[in-house]
């Protein structure tokens, strides 16, 4: 491929819905971290009785607390932020899990923190800009809330959209009100440590020329893929002579599947995204001439750049289009490294009094593996009695880090046991002059051998090298030593894994609609009914459902696929998934006769659902009557189940008469 990640950079790989979820979270978080301000805009102290205790965290100085309550962040102001910052999240269909994240989001209580943290820096900012005298004034806060809100509610179709959001202009205006109030106060400590930003910038841009090039030149070509020099070539004459369009031969000869389906478009991309020869050529190229053919490893390329945006000198970088970010990207980091400093000379610190907020920052900064150990061990002093039962508190917060905490322990475990099982595997098997040979030695003859055509003594040479490794690793030299540690560490993983197990389950018992719990519910018993269906449940609403509610996105990722499967792309895409959650739901839940009814259910109406929505994708297709054949055998249980329901007999009669119809049209039951 070109693209030393993607040829696409607009399709990841699945799950389709967790892209636009992590692009909202993305727009969100950083809304709140950069902005987040108090509710209590006034830089004048509260009256009232309110004692340091009784709040969510405080501000302090060289260890002592500030007594102004402007530099205390109370449960009102905490709680506030964070209901607006997760209702917004929830506006845009993201809902985050309790106490679990994962590479595309964070979890509520990561979230949370991160509130917290910033609330924090805010109220350093504001001791800031108090000190210096330039803190906003309430004219400057209300003139540029208005401008804002204005330029929305001016527009009719804005404000209706505003009021079923928000409810009302009112509460969109509060909303508004408390990020510009963050950001006005960013924006005038910013003024006021940098007081000559763009000469800074044209010192920066001296100093990192390429660096800067690097990072912000960008190109928008599309290109043409084919095998040889003469069928580009001929193309190429094509497309000037005006036979036809450059994206009309792109999708009709281009090999690239992927670009070739968005008529060769390639998208916007950087120096270093593409190989050395394609990135030279698009690069160089004047927009809206065709360039090449291009030889690459790929074969040869005929590119079309539509905008460049390349610069050699200051004064061109701040007259094309990307020296607003260049310069947005390097305020933002100084300004990070002045607060850094700044918190650092002030000695400022913080006290967190809320108990879950202060064990997750104690969580966040166990960042060596000894201080991992010693929380673990407090986790799990406060987590188990005497005799091993779970402590039930008020927060699932303690068990939850705790699960995850011991899940590491156990895969480290588990790394470690394997090695010492092959090492002992390994002392039996190597001849005793061999295992008598110095690491020095052993490497000796491997490079010996580079040449030889003997396997049987690279692999025992090799075996050798492996042992010499996990001695110096495990710091175990002797077979004895290493069955006395495997013992040992797996008395510490079997009671490892019955807390590990119980703590699970009792999460799952507790709040069972968070999907990472399902997750490690499964893993622990993957034969109860109940975690069965969850566990498929929770596979096929998050993988399955979301492609096949939209067809153009479904068809988007199979062109993709289809470069590294082909036509198995589909199959690999859908078939495979569900079938895997099918066959495990008939096996554990609809085909046994044990099992309670309301997941015999629930496992039929998912599959009748699945298999409903794929006949209406593939409506026109070969596969199209054997999707409506599974929908009805699930239909027909269900029946079994529900005798005389007449919403499935009706369904079921349908399909009879859609399987005697091959052109039949999609159902509107499917796309609701």
């Given at each position: 491929?070109?693209?030393?990640?993607?040829?696409?950079r607009?399709?990841?790989?699945?799950?389709?819905?967790?892209?636009?979820?992590?692009?909202a979270?993305?727009?969100?978080?950083?809304?709140v971290?950069?902005?987040?301000?108090?509710?209590n805009?006034?830089?004048n102290?509260?009256?009232?009785?309110?004692?340091?205790?009784d709040?969510?965290?405080?501000?302090?100085?060289?260890?002592?607390?500030?007594?102004?309550?402007?530099?205390?962040?109370t449960?009102?102001?905490?709680?506030?932020?964070?209901?607006?910052?997760?209702?917004?999240l929830?506006?845009?269909?993201?809902?985050?899990?309790?106490?679990?994240?994962?590479?595309?989001?964070?979890?509520?209580?990561d979230?949370?923190?991160?509130?917290?943290?910033?609330l924090?820096?805010?109220?350093?900012?504001?001791?800031?800009a108090?000190?210096?005298?330039?803190?906003p004034?309430?004219?400057?806060?209300?003139?540029?809330?208005?401008?804002?809100?204005?330029?929305?509610?001016?527009?009719?179709?804005?404000?209706?959209?505003?009021?079923?959001?928000?409810?009302?202009?009112?509460?969109?205006?509060?909303?508004?009100?408390?990020?510009?109030?963050?950001?006005?106060?960013?924006t005038?400590?910013?003024?006021?440590v940098?007081?000559?930003?763009?000469?800074?910038?044209?010192?920066?841009?001296?100093?990192?020329?390429?660096?800067?090039?690097?990072?912000?030149?960008?190109?928008?070509?599309?290109?043409?893929?084919?095998?040889?020099?003469?069928?580009?070539?001929?193309?190429?004459?094509?497309?000037?002579?005006?036979?036809?369009s450059?994206?009309e031969?792109?999708?009709?000869?281009?090999i690239?599947?992927?670009?070739?389906?968005?008529?060769?478009?390639?998208?916007?991309?950087?120096?270093?995204?593409?190989?050395?020869?394609?990135?030279?050529?698009?690069?160089?190229?004047?927009p809206?001439?065709?360039?090449?053919?291009?030889?690459?490893?790929?074969?040869?390329?005929?590119?079309?750049?539509?905008?460049?945006?390349?610069?050699?000198?200051?004064?061109?970088?701040?007259?094309?289009?990307?020296?607003?970010?260049?310069?947005?990207?390097?305020q933002?980091?100084?300004?990070?490294?002045?607060?850094?400093e700044?918190?650092?000379?002030?000695?400022?610190?913080?006290?967190?009094?809320?108990?879950?907020?202060?064990?997750?920052?104690?969580?966040?900064?166990?960042?060596?593996?000894?201080?991992?150990?010693?929380?673990?061990?407090?986790?799990?002093?406060t987590?188990?009695?005497?005799?091993?039962n779970?402590?039930?508190s008020?927060?699932?917060?303690?068990?939850?880090?705790?699960v995850q905490?011991?899940?590491?322990?156990?895969?480290?475990?588990?790394?470690?046991?394997?090695?010492?099982?092959?090492?002992?595997?390994?002392?039996?098997?190597?001849?005793?002059?061999?295992?008598?040979?110095?690491?020095?030695?052993?490497?000796?003859?491997?490079?010996?051998?580079?040449?030889?055509?003997?396997?049987?003594?690279?692999?025992?040479?090799?075996?050798?090298?492996?042992l010499?490794?996990?001695?110096?690793?495990?710091?175990?030299?002797?077979?004895?030593?290493?069955?006395?540690?495997?013992?040992?560490?797996?008395?510490?993983?079997?009671?490892?894994?019955?807390?590990?197990?119980?703590?699970?389950?009792?999460?799952?018992?507790?709040?069972?609609?968070?999907?990472?719990?399902?997750?490690?519910?499964?893993?622990?018993?993957?034969?109860?009914p109940?975690?069965?269906?969850?566990f498929?449940?929770?596979?096929?609403?998050?993988?399955?459902?979301?492609?096949?509610?939209?067809p153009?996105?479904?068809?988007?990722?199979?062109?993709?696929?289809?470069?590294?499967?082909?036509?198995?792309?589909r199959?690999?895409?859908?078939?495979?998934?569900?079938q895997?959650?099918?066959?495990?739901?008939?096996?554990?839940?609809?085909?046994?006769?044990?099992?309670?009814?309301?997941?015999?259910?629930?496992?039929?109406?998912?599959l009748?659902?699945?298999?409903?929505?794929?006949?209406?994708?593939?409506?026109?297709?070969?596969?199209?009557?054997?999707?409506?054949?599974?929908?009805?055998?699930?239909?027909?249980?269900?029946?079994?189940?529900?005798?005389?329901?007449?919403?499935?007999?009706?369904?079921?009669?349908?399909?009879e008469?859609?399987?005697?119809?091959?052109?039949?049209?999609?159902?509107?039951?499917?796309?609701?």
């Amino acid at each position: 491929m070109m693209h030393r990640r993607h040829w696409l950079r607009k399709i990841q790989v699945p799950v389709i819905w967790a892209i636009a979820v992590l692009f909202a979270a993305g727009v969100i978080w950083w809304s709140v971290a950069t902005f987040m301000s108090s509710r209590n805009n006034n830089p004048n102290p509260a009256s009232g009785s309110l004692k340091i205790e009784d709040t969510v965290a405080y501000l302090t100085k060289a260890g002592s607390p500030l007594d102004d309550e402007r530099y205390w962040i109370t449960y009102t102001e905490f709680t506030g932020e964070v209901q607006d910052a997760l209702n917004n999240l929830k506006r845009q269909g993201v809902v985050l899990d309790p106490y679990f994240g994962d590479s595309q989001l964070p979890s509520e209580i990561d979230y949370r923190y991160g509130i917290l943290t910033n609330l924090v820096d805010q109220k350093i900012l504001s001791y800031y800009a108090l000190d210096k005298g330039i803190y906003p004034t309430k004219e400057e806060l209300n003139a540029k809330v208005d401008e804002i809100v204005n330029q929305y509610i001016s527009n009719d179709q804005y404000k209706l959209q505003i009021e079923q959001l928000y409810g009302s202009v009112d509460a969109f205006r509060n909303l508004v009100e408390k990020y510009v109030a963050g950001d006005l106060l960013r924006t005038k400590v910013v003024q006021d440590v940098f007081p000559n930003i763009d000469n800074d910038v044209k010192k920066y841009f001296e100093e990192s020329k390429e660096e800067i090039k690097n990072q912000y030149e960008k190109v928008d070509a599309s290109h043409i893929l084919v095998d040889s020099e003469a069928s580009a070539t001929e193309i190429k004459s094509m497309i000037e002579s005006g036979k036809i369009s450059f994206s009309e031969a792109a999708s009709e000869f281009s090999i690239d599947a992927q670009s070739a389906s968005l008529g060769g478009s390639l998208g916007s991309f950087g120096h270093g995204q593409m190989i050395p020869e394609f990135e030279e050529a698009a690069f160089s190229a004047t927009p809206g001439v065709i360039v090449g053919p291009v030889e690459t490893q790929y074969g040869y390329h005929l590119i079309e750049v539509a905008t460049k945006t390349t610069f050699d000198t200051y004064d061109e970088l701040v007259k094309s289009s990307v020296y607003d970010q260049v310069k947005s990207d390097y305020q933002n980091q100084e300004f990070t490294n002045w607060l850094k400093e700044y918190k650092t000379k002030e000695a400022f610190g913080y006290v967190i009094n809320e108990p879950d907020l202060k064990l997750y920052e104690e969580y966040k900064k166990a960042d060596s593996e000894e201080a991992k150990t010693a929380f673990f061990e407090k986790l799990e002093s406060t987590l188990f009695d005497s005799e091993g039962n779970i402590i039930i508190s008020s927060s699932f917060l303690v068990p939850a880090l705790y699960v995850q905490l011991a899940d590491e322990k156990l895969n480290n475990l588990d790394s470690e046991i394997y090695k010492l099982k092959d090492m002992e595997k390994l002392y039996e098997s190597l001849p005793a002059t061999v295992l008598s040979l110095s690491t020095e030695d052993i490497q000796s003859k491997i490079d010996e051998l580079s040449d030889s055509t003997d396997d049987a003594l690279k692999t025992l040479y090799s075996d050798a090298k492996r042992l010499k490794d996990y001695e110096e690793e495990l710091g175990l030299a002797e077979k004895d030593a290493v069955t006395e540690r495997l013992a040992e560490l797996e008395t510490v993983k079997e009671s490892l894994n019955s807390k590990f197990k119980s703590v699970v389950m009792f999460l799952y018992e507790n709040i069972p609609y968070s999907s990472k719990v399902v997750e490690y519910a499964y893993n622990v018993d993957n034969t109860n009914p109940e975690i069965v269906y969850r566990f498929n449940e929770q596979k096929y609403n998050q993988n399955l459902k979301p492609l096949l509610m939209d067809p153009s996105t479904l068809e988007s990722y199979v062109n993709y696929y289809k470069q590294y499967f082909g036509d198995s792309a589909r199959s690999f895409l859908i078939d495979y998934p569900l079938q895997s959650i099918e066959q495990e739901l008939n096996q554990k839940i609809i085909n046994p006769t044990d099992v309670a009814t309301d997941l015999k259910l629930n496992s039929l109406f998912l599959l009748v659902d699945a298999y409903e929505k794929l006949a209406n994708v593939y409506a026109d297709t070969p596969v199209y009557q054997l999707y409506l054949m599974g929908e009805k055998r699930y239909l027909e249980e269900l029946d079994n189940l529900m005798p005389g329901d007449e919403n499935i007999n009706s369904r079921i009669s349908i399909i009879e008469g859609l399987l005697k119809t091959p052109s039949a049209s999609p159902t509107s039951e499917a796309t609701e």
